[in-house]
């Protein structure tokens, strides 16, 4: 995750889920919603390493496309970003989702190097959001669909990155659902749409690496964050 040095700004009160999506909702009945799915890293910068020696970037991209398959499944138009590897700028990737109505950008979790040594303690998925994002309150509406999804599919929530020592602090946006507000993150508040940030898995972690190549474990992450995405934009319950 890239950042920058500007301060934080006080947190925003969110509204309802059911308020939140309801624009999009409308949108989605009218046949005109697209989802740009991000693919994070590039070829210049592969991401974490897994336990195994594998790039970040290759997990992502695998998902991606995987995700890019569910959302199509539900008529839900899809733009993937930085699938080739060639997307350097991070600003880049949220400018060229523009006319987009959410941003959900792909990614695999590592944890601090000086817990290397212990990187099989941790394991589960995290999603992020900024309050500096002019919709706050759909991106942490979708954050929460997506979390409860991959819960409904037997995935556990990490708790590690809001934990001073462990993690970076980052405060719980929705705990129940694996929810934090990381407002300086760059995808997050360069987007002029609604904006998501997954952590699948964490890969440093063996076991957990294992299952994040399982194409069954990835087909299941999958079809949660695309049945997470669609139960906000239409406030129905379409998890298969």
Do not use: W
Not at 22 to 50: K, N, R
Not at 81 to 108: K, N, P
Not at 136 to 161: E, P, T
């Amino acid at each position: 995750m890239n950042v920058s040095q500007e301060p934080e700004p006080v947190q925003a009160r969110p509204q309802s889920i059911a308020t939140a999506c309801a624009g999009m909702t409308i949108a989605l009945a009218a046949g005109a919603v697209e989802v740009a799915v991000d693919v994070g890293h590039y070829a210049a910068a592969l991401g974490v390493i897994s336990a195994s020696g594998v790039p970040e970037f290759e997990f992502n991209r695998a998902l991606a496309f995987e995700i890019k398959k569910e959302l199509e499944q539900f008529q839900i138009k899809v733009r993937l970003i930085g699938e080739r590897g060639d997307y350097a700028m991070l600003h880049h990737r949220t400018r060229d989702a523009q006319g987009a109505d959410l941003f959900v950008s792909i990614h695999h979790d590592s944890v601090k190097q000086r817990l290397l040594p212990r990187a099989d303690e941790f394991s589960g998925f995290s999603l992020f959001i900024s309050r500096d994002n002019p919709h706050v309150d759909r991106s942490l509406a979708c954050a929460s669909s997506i979390g409860k999804a991959l819960r409904g599919k037997d995935f556990k929530a990490s708790r590690y990155h809001a934990d001073a020592e462990l993690g970076e602090s980052r405060p719980f946006a929705d705990e129940a659902n694996g929810v934090h507000y990381y407002d300086n993150l760059a995808v997050g508040r360069s987007a002029r749409m609604a904006s998501v940030l997954v952590e699948a898995g964490v890969i440093v972690n063996r076991e957990e690496e294992r299952r994040m190549r399982d194409p069954a474990v990835r087909a299941r992450i999958a079809a949660a964050v695309a049945g997470g995405v669609q139960e906000c934009l239409t406030r129905g319950k379409v998890l298969r």
